[in-house]
């Protein structure tokens, strides 16, 4: 970065997603010759990419926009909470521009309205791989945006449209660029990764000369084959779901370091089939069960992430139940659970009945001490195993018999699920190890490099 180029301070809010938008526009202002920067202080300009799903995030958000307007005052606003764009200026009339989710070119317009490029956007003055927010061992992929669902506690398809399904090519490309650059981990994202190419009937592309169509199950082949851990998140459960779990199999028999992982990240949301209708879900808790049961006959040690909400509107004693009835019987790994909040525009906010406050705080605490025990029954599973592991971190202690290195095995997500200390060890973030568990707890694991 040439010291006299125009600087840009970039704060990114929202889930795994949005900060693939940031990492997009990133790229596009560094292939300008623009300069990012980390502080209020040495930008010329701000860009915030917003969350706005939930009032939280909402309220997160214009907080970050108030406080750069405070320490820079030139801010531009972008991201989910943009496509509602009256709530920002009502807020913060003096923002200089104000644009929606994955609205790349608007964004940049308004950059430059404010500050000349310094470069033209086609010489090369970024890796192939692009600017990354994650550390340089994993990535997200983003595999196409919007939804077509039309779930009543959710309004992420007025914030981000109907499903947009990205060429697989593209995608592809992406994802070797990554590999090639270092990241050992692909982590799969969109609004609905099972419904990759549904929007465009699976058309047909291209990739190493070779059709493939734009389709999950084909997707998920072909990034089986790079040299890298590929996890999938946000999978709705359809059919054809289950002729993944072969593939998520035949990673884990081989203890590998590259492949489909046995992981499905898939929002179940309840349990009770008259609040899952209400939600506007498409699932009856029987055939999930029975779906379970029949990918673990195939894969045995898969490793199933699920969200819920306690306290939907309307939900009754007998509701919650049926759903602690469902988190017994399902034995989920890895489980979140969020106490239901309205969201402005969502459809129910509208449903009778809503649950007192501090009844939706007691389920939900009800819902975790059961799974708290499930998990940790789960874990304690493993001790004596030895199983491969990706490194995060490291802990320097005292002693070297007590430095530890932070590591995820297969069933662990960066930032949302457990982790694997490997004790007396100090390893690089980045490599794959062996390791043999030795103890653990509800949340995660201990063990020995082997």
Same mark, same amino acid.
Request: hydrophobic share 35%; aromatic share 6%; glycine share 6%.
């Given at each position: 970065?040439?010291?006299?180029?125009?600087?840009?301070?970039f704060?990114?809010?929202?889930?795994?997603?949005?900060?693939?938008?940031s990492e997009?526009?990133?790229?596009?202002?560094?292939s300008?010759?623009?300069?990012?920067?980390?502080?209020?202080?040495g930008?010329?300009?701000?860009?915030?990419?917003?969350?706005?799903?939930i009032?939280?995030?909402? =309220?997160?958000?214009l907080?970050?926009?108030?406080?750069?307007?405070?320490? &820079?005052?030139?801010?531009?606003?972008t991201?989910?909470?943009?496509?509602? +764009?009256?709530?920002?200026?009502?807020?913060?009339?003096?923002?200089?521009?104000?644009?929606?989710?994955?609205?790349?070119? =608007?964004?940049m317009?308004a950059?430059?309205?404010?500050?000349?490029?310094?470069?033209?956007?086609?010489?090369?003055?970024?890796?192939?791989?692009?600017?990354?927010?994650?550390?340089?061992?994993?990535?997200? #992929?983003?595999?196409?945006?919007?939804? &077509?669902?039309?779930?009543? *506690?959710?309004?992420?398809?007025?914030?981000?449209?109907?499903?947009?399904?990205?060429? @697989?090519?593209?995608?592809?490309?992406?994802?070797?660029?990554?590999? &090639?650059?270092?990241? %050992?981990?692909l982590?799969?994202v969109s609004?609905? $990764?099972?419904?990759?190419?549904?929007?465009?009937?699976?058309?047909?592309?291209?990739?190493?000369?070779r059709p493939?169509? !734009?389709?999950?199950q084909?997707?998920?082949?072909e990034? +089986?084959?790079?040299? /890298?851990w590929?996890?999938?998140?946000?999978?709705?459960?359809?059919p054809?779901v289950?002729?993944?779990?072969? #593939?998520?199999?035949?990673? #884990?028999?081989? &203890?590998s370091? %590259?492949?489909?992982?046995?992981?499905?990240?898939?929002?179940?949301?309840?349990?009770?089939?008259?609040?899952?209708?209400?939600m506007?879900?498409? /699932?009856?808790?029987?055939?999930?069960?029975?779906?379970?049961? %029949?990918?673990?006959?195939i894969?045995?040690?898969?490793?199933?992430?699920?969200? *819920?909400?306690?306290? *939907?509107?309307?939900e009754?004693?007998e509701? *919650?139940?049926?759903?602690?009835?469902?988190?017994?019987?399902?034995? #989920?790994?890895?489980?979140?659970?969020?106490?239901y !909040?309205?969201?402005?525009?969502? =459809?129910?906010?509208?449903?009778?009945?809503?649950?007192?406050?501090?009844?939706?705080q007691?389920?939900?605490?009800?819902?975790?001490?059961?799974q708290?025990?499930? +998990?940790?029954?789960?874990?304690a599973?493993?001790?004596?195993k030895?199983?491969?592991?990706?490194?995060?971190? $490291?802990?320097?202690?005292?002693?070297?018999?007590?430095?530890?290195?932070i /590591?995820? !095995?297969?069933s662990?997500?960066?930032?949302?699920d457990?982790?694997?200390?490997?004790?007396?060890?100090?390893?690089e973030?980045?490599?794959?190890?062996?390791? =043999? @568990? $030795?103890?653990?707890d509800?949340?995660?694991l201990?063990?020995?490099?082997?």
């Amino acid at each position: 970065m040439n010291s006299d180029s125009p600087k840009v301070g970039f704060v990114s809010l929202g889930c795994p997603k949005a900060l693939v938008d940031s990492e997009r526009i990133l790229t596009q202002l560094r292939s300008e010759g623009y300069g990012i920067v980390p502080d209020y202080d040495g930008a010329d300009v701000v860009v915030i990419n917003t969350c706005g799903f939930i009032d939280s995030a909402v =309220e997160e958000s214009l907080d970050a926009i108030g406080e750069a307007i405070k320490e &820079n005052s030139k801010v531009i606003v972008t991201g989910c909470l943009g496509a509602e +764009s009256d709530k920002v200026l009502n807020a913060h009339p003096d923002v200089l521009a104000v644009t929606g989710p994955h609205a790349y070119e =608007e964004v940049m317009n308004a950059v430059h309205e404010q500050l000349t490029p310094p470069h033209d956007p086609y010489i090369d003055l970024v890796p192939p791989q692009g600017i990354k927010l994650t550390p340089k061992h994993y990535a997200y #992929l983003k595999i196409s945006e919007g939804c &077509n669902h039309r779930c009543s *506690f959710c309004i992420i398809p007025s914030l981000r449209g109907d499903l947009v399904s990205r060429p @697989i090519g593209d995608v592809m490309q992406e994802a070797e660029n990554l590999v &090639n650059a270092g990241v %050992k981990e692909l982590l799969v994202v969109s609004q609905d $990764t099972s419904a990759y190419g549904i929007d465009t009937k699976y058309r047909t592309g291209f990739w190493q000369g070779r059709p493939v169509k !734009s389709h999950i199950q084909q997707l998920s082949e072909e990034l +089986s084959q790079l040299d /890298a851990w590929v996890r999938l998140h946000y999978v709705y459960p359809y059919p054809h779901v289950d002729k993944l779990i072969p #593939l998520m199999s035949e990673a #884990l028999n081989n &203890n590998s370091d %590259k492949g489909i992982l046995p992981y499905l990240d898939i929002p179940f949301q309840h349990a009770s089939h008259r609040i899952l209708k209400d939600m506007r879900r498409p /699932a009856h808790a029987e055939k999930v069960l029975t779906r379970i049961q %029949k990918w673990r006959e195939i894969c045995p040690d898969l490793t199933i992430r699920s969200t *819920f909400i306690a306290g *939907f509107p309307g939900e009754t004693e007998e509701d *919650f139940e049926l759903l602690l009835d469902f988190l017994r019987e399902a034995q #989920l790994n890895r489980v979140g659970c969020f106490a239901y !909040s309205d969201v402005d525009g969502a =459809e129910a906010n509208k449903l009778a009945n809503p649950v007192p406050e501090d009844e939706k705080q007691y389920r939900l605490e009800r819902f975790m001490e059961v799974q708290a025990e499930i +998990s940790a029954a789960k874990l304690a599973s493993k001790i004596g195993k030895q199983m491969t592991v990706l490194t995060d971190d $490291t802990v320097q202690g005292e002693t070297e018999k007590e430095d530890v290195t932070i /590591a995820r !095995s297969s069933s662990d997500a960066p930032e949302i699920d457990g982790v694997v200390y490997i004790e007396g060890e100090l390893l690089e973030a980045g490599q794959f190890a062996q390791v =043999e @568990i $030795t103890h653990a707890d509800e949340h995660d694991l201990w063990g020995k490099l082997i």
